[in-house]
């Protein structure tokens, strides 16, 4: 009995030991087939092709007036009257607010009656001189005082002139932070004087741009809330690159006499560059981004090939590439996302 049961062990471990070895060598059988054979996955493909492309660069900016200031007034006093209404137009020089100026008008008229008396004085010294009654030294003396009355006139004069504020140039007018009777001072904000005809576009490119736009470049633009199309004209460019940001500044201008356009809106810009006759443009779904910058999968020898590219335009399906492609290589278009340098690859031509 104890003879069978050994025997009935060892016929289980030989047949375990057989049904090891059975899968291990269909595993390897398994392996060596995949590694002689590997599977190809079929990819989307096009032949890039040189074509004429206008270049042009879609950027954001920021409208601003042609004149703008804070109304202040450059003296402390009372507000005896004030002479615009809000949100209207006035002209350069317009009356816009007076402050009381009783006590300075008194300061004038005695300053006046001081300069005429000393202007008196000035010519008895004078007649007296001639006849030489005094001496020239005497003379001098009734010459700087008179000079001395007048000064003090122009100064008082130009106090009292400071009591009336006027409008340093023409435009709209805004709300008033005062009223009739108010103090204020140098430092209280009377109301905003906006001049928006013309009006000014405020906007900045990328350095790599900058070689191409110059003054009196004609461009496109638009407001949020309006689907006009506005049309201006680059009239400055900073000198300089703004070192934090890589970018370049620029400004154009835009007739605006009815005001519909408004300092502060956002503008949506569509700045023409250069007309190119060899532009390459790849569907954006075939850039992928990476640390350093972008890259595509090209189709070489029946391999997919890794390769980095420099992009410039972006239109509404395609990305202008500057460096990294030339025309005739065949661009991998669909599944770039499970690819690998060298994986071996079969493509469909999109035509």
Known sequence: MKKKSTFLIVLLLVALLALIFYRISKNSQ?????????KSAAISAMVLEAQVFNDELTVSGTLEA??????HSEVSALVSAISFQEGTQVAKGQVLVKLVDTELKAQVAQAKNKMK???ENLKR???LLEKEAISREEFEFSETDFLTAESALNIIQAQLDKTTIRAPFSGTIGLRNISAGSYITPATAITNLVNADPIKITFSIPEKYAAQVKNNTELNFTVTGNPKVYTAKVFAVEPLIDVMTRTLTIKAICANPNNELIPGS???INLPLTTLNDALLVPAEALIPVQNGK???VYSQGKAKEVMVETGTRTNKDVLVIEGLKAGDTLLTSGIMMLRHDQN???NLNK
């Open 125 to 127: 010294a004078k007649l």
């Open 266 to 268: 956002f503008a949506n």
């Open 117 to 119: 008396l000393a202007w």
């Open 66 to 71: 042609n004149e703008e200031t804070t109304i």
């Open 345 to 347: 690859i079969s493509v």
């Open 30 to 38: 398994a392996a060596a087939g995949a590694k002689a054979a590997p």
């Open 295 to 297: 890259k595509v999968f």
